[in-house]
């Protein structure tokens, strides 16, 4: 991607006007995580739970918050992108990591072009073969900048804030319990039975690739280096902020229809909500978010997944944009040719399952690396918290592996 290099070991002085790359950094990790299995999820949660998924969407935040400021921190300070940094702590890491992330993201990245697709036929009644291929074109198109960075923080910014703006009008339509949300927050219903949800959406929101996504983004726009601490950890709290709105307009959306009874089609629970509540311009109104969750996702996963492969040859570096431009045109072929690829889909969340718990540890154990961080002391209570994402994390990771066995039988 053609954005200016900067020497990190001779300390970077970020431009003072840097809001407009922070905030790029952090929609491309929202919108990153706000894909087709985001609208899914969050709307198949809420016609189970009702409102105590509040209470899920509350501690999902809190961790998400943990892993993120984590991450973007030592990533920050070091000005070094996670497979850097793995390898310095393990040799040999970072390679596997980088691969693992970019199987997983292209995985995903079908899905997304799938989703994509099928917001194109919800709006136009168009083929979804065909429908696939112009938003992989859409995709790569973005990339054809000669300065692609500027580009790709607009487009998420423009489409991350419409998807907002779209569902917290269909929320207010459908006139939510809110106050029974806020109290479930805290007193949910069947405890239990939300420990499976609550790891589904840490792995969802922070999982793979979309960890990260910002703080590589940031990387590339200079914002680096321990003078610039307090901008790098505002700006992954202001990605998780971001995603935690959608998340919490989409489950109010989604609880004003399962309140008053409807039932959701389950082979498409967020569009039958959309339908329900506010009518066919609601259904409408959900082909535009669909279709701008699966293209955000598309440029974020396939921009984050050759960032991690940048490290295995000089080669993926200097042609940078034309790798990301190969990996969306490989996910629109594979979802054109095989229509709707599932196993590759379980496939990916094992891989991210798996993912998480090791890119997270190596990250703590970089964050008291002098050869790594330097002088920067990081807080025992953000290591502390970490841990706690490593084990939920390390769980998730071991119901992932239960997954790729199915897959193998």
Not at 59 to 69: E, F, H, K, R
Not at 119 to 145: E, H, P, Q, R
Not at 234 to 262: D, P, Q, Y
Request: proline share 3%; net charge positive; hydrophobic share 55%.
């Amino acid at each position: 991607m053609a954005i200016k290099k900067m020497n990190t070991k001779e300390g970077i002085k970020a431009p003072k006007n840097n809001l407009g790359a922070l905030l790029g950094a952090a929609f491309i990790m929202a919108t990153s995580a706000i894909g087709p299995g985001f609208l899914t999820q969050t709307a198949t949660f809420t016609a189970e739970f009702a409102a105590s998924f509040a209470f899920v969407i509350l501690v999902s935040v809190i961790l998400d918050i943990g892993a993120q400021v984590n991450v973007w921190r030592v990533i920050g300070v070091s000005g070094m992108r996670g497979q850097d940094i793995a390898n310095k702590v393990v040799p040999g890491l970072g390679y596997v990591v980088a691969i693992l992330v970019a199987l997983g993201g292209l995985a995903f990245n079908i899905g997304n072009i799938g989703g994509a697709a099928l917001g194109l036929n919800v709006l136009l009644g168009m083929d979804v073969k065909i429908a696939a291929i112009i938003c992989g074109i859409i995709g790569s198109i973005i990339f054809l900048s000669k300065d692609a960075g500027p580009v790709v923080d607009r487009f998420t910014k423009i489409l991350g804030g419409l998807m907002i703006i779209i569902v917290a009008y269909v929320a207010f339509v459908t006139k939510p319990p809110v106050g029974e949300a806020i109290f479930r927050s805290v007193a949910p219903e069947n405890f239990k039975g939300l420990i499976f949800p609550t790891i589904t959406l840490l792995g969802g929101t922070v999982g793979g690739y979309i960890t990260f996504a910002g703080g590589h983004r940031l990387i590339d726009a200079g914002i680096t280096g321990k003078e610039n601490l307090k901008e790098i950890t505002k700006g992954s709290i202001m990605g998780i902020v971001i995603a935690s709105i959608m998340r919490i307009f989409l489950f109010l959306a989604v609880l004003g229809v399962v309140a008053k009874g409807f039932k959701l089609d389950p082979s498409n629970p967020a569009a039958s909500a959309f339908q329900h509540g506010a009518g066919m311009i609601g259904y409408k109104f959900f082909g535009i978010v669909l279709l701008s969750a699966g293209i955000t996702s598309v440029v974020g996963a396939a921009y984050t997944s050759v960032s991690f492969l940048k490290t295995l040859h000089p080669t993926i570096e200097r042609n940078e944009k034309n790798w990301i431009i190969g990996f969306i045109v490989a996910s629109t072929a594979i979802m054109a040719i095989l229509g709707k690829p599932a196993k590759l889909l379980i496939l990916a969340g094992s891989l991210n399952g798996l993912i998480l718990p090791i890119t997270i540890g190596v990250i703590l154990l970089a964050a008291r690396r002098k050869d790594i961080v330097g002088d920067y002391k990081h807080p025992t209570w953000l290591l502390v918290f970490g841990l706690l994402i490593v084990i939920i994390a390390g769980y998730a990771g071991a119901n992932a592996l239960k997954n790729m066995q199915m897959l193998v039988h």
